[in-house]
Every structure is written in structure tokens, then in C-alpha cells.
T-cell receptor, first 113, second 116 residues
């Protein structure tokens, strides 16, 4: 049974560019949440997707957007990258009725130069 | 707004000794509480949760945590530490009352170092 997978593992981008990160949820899970973990900090909630719609959002600007596909996989898009966007981006999947039980992927390390 | 405090950046303990990693929280209602562990270059691994019921929660790898409502604490414990327990530990809280049970708020993490 595959767990949560994320791609790519590492990514280097330049300020002002756009980036797309991908996540495949654990088998049987229908809800995907995204978190940003800056160096030395705990993860911060970005947003959550269920039934292909954004259901909840944390305190992140509109430069951060997402999408969920019919197969429950998800993408996180960040436009106009800033140096401060450098972080580990974590995807977590869950079942809607127990969406607090979140299983995390290994993350994508984004470096903005 | 909900918040979590992990007052210790690092906890050092000798192998075989008991360990405690501290966590206090703030939410408007009754909390959902979680502990996760993070190994280098890895995502977060779920250890245990408190939703309701018995205040003493047992989780993976011999870890347990005690929910103390009066002290708003949820300290992580293990009777006998192993060197392999060395990692970064995160406490998290969510607030089901406000409809945001799945919006986890994490502490800044505590690095556990277990030595021989």
C-alpha cells in the first residue's frame, strides 16, 4: 500500500518564477492538505482540497494556489516566487470523515535564489 | 486563534532513561492534539493523537502522551529511550469547534538527542 508521494524531491527556482509541486494521496484517501515548513520552524497550513475544491485556507497570499484532480491527486502552485518561499512543502492526505488524521509525504524542498 | 508551544528546543537523555517532551496549547474549545516525529530529510510520521476519552494516549514505538486540560498540556513520554528515537518532534493542535479540525497548528519542534 503506497503512502503519500510527492514530486519532485528537490527544486531550485529563481525569484519571480512560478513552480508547481505534485502530491498523490495515500490509497483510499480523498482529502489533501498542503503545509509549508520553513527552516527551523514547524509546518504551517496552506490549504486543503476535497472534492476538487479548496475547503480551508491558512494565512498565505493568493500567489499560492492549488488544484485537486478527480483521482484525488493535487498540485500546489506558487507564482512570483520570493526568497522567503524557500521551504519544505509537505502534502498530507486523509479521509474526509477523519480529516484530522493526516498522513504526510516526504516533502518537496524548494530553494528560491 | 489556536497555538502550540514547545518550550524546549532540545532535550538530551541517556539511552534507557525515561524521556519527556513538553507541549502546551491554546484553543477556544476542546482540542484535538497530535504528536509527529520527523527524521532528517523525511516527512512527518504520526505518533499518536488525543481526540476524546482516556487522558493517557498510547501510540507508536512505545510513546505515550497525557492530556491535561487544567494545565493545557500534552507532554510526550517514553519509559525507556532508544538512540533511534533521536529526531525532531512536533506537537500539533486543531480545534473541532470552529470547524477546522483538519487545520493543524504545529509547534516549532523539539530536537530529542538520545546518547549511549
Amino acid at each position: 500500500d503506497a503512502g503519500v508521494t510527492q514530486s519532485p524531491t528537490h527544486l531550485i527556482k529563481t525569484r519571480g518564477q512560478q513552480v508547481t509541486l505534485r502530491c498523490s494521496p495515500k490509497s483510499g484517501h480523498d482529502t489533501v492538505s498542503w503545509y509549508q515548513q520553513a527552516l527551523g520552524q514547524g509546518p504551517q497550513f496552506i490549504f486543503q482540497y476535497y472534492e476538487e475544491e479548496e475547503r480551508q485556507r491558512g494565512n498565505f497570499p493568493d500567489r499560492f494556489s492549488g488544484h485537486q484532480f478527480p483521482n484525488y491527486s493535487s498540485e500546489l502552485n506558487v507564482n512570483a516566487l520570493l526568497l522567503g518561499d524557500s521551504a519544505l512543502y509537505l502534502c498530507a492526505s486523509s479521509i474526509r470523515d477523519r480529516d484530522y488524521e493526516q498522513y504526510f509525504g516526504p516533502g518537496t524542498r524548494l530553494t528560491v535564489t | 486563534a489556536q497555538s502550540v508551544a514547545q518550550p524546549e528546543d532540545q532535550v538530551n537523555v541517556a539511552e534507557g532513561n525515561p524521556l519527556t517532551v513538553k507541549c502546551t496549547y491554546s484553543v477556544s474549545g476542546n482540542p484535538y492534539l497530535f504528536w509527529y516525529v520527523q527524521y532528517p530529510n523525511r516527512g512527518l510520521q504520526f505518533l499518536l493523537k488525543y481526540i476524546t476519552g482516556d487522558n493517557l494516549v498510547k501510540g507508536s514505538y512505545g510513546f505515550e502522551a497525557e492530556f491535561n486540560k487544567s494545565q493545557t498540556s500534552f507532554h510526550l513520554k517514553k519509559p525507556s529511550a532508544l538512540v533511534s528515537d533521536s529526531a525532531l518532534y512536533f506537537c500539533a493542535v486543531s480545534d473541532p469547534i470552529t470547524g477546522t479540525a483538519s487545520k493543524l497548528t504545529f509547534g516549532t519542534g523539539t530536537r530529542l538527542q538520545v546518547t549511549l
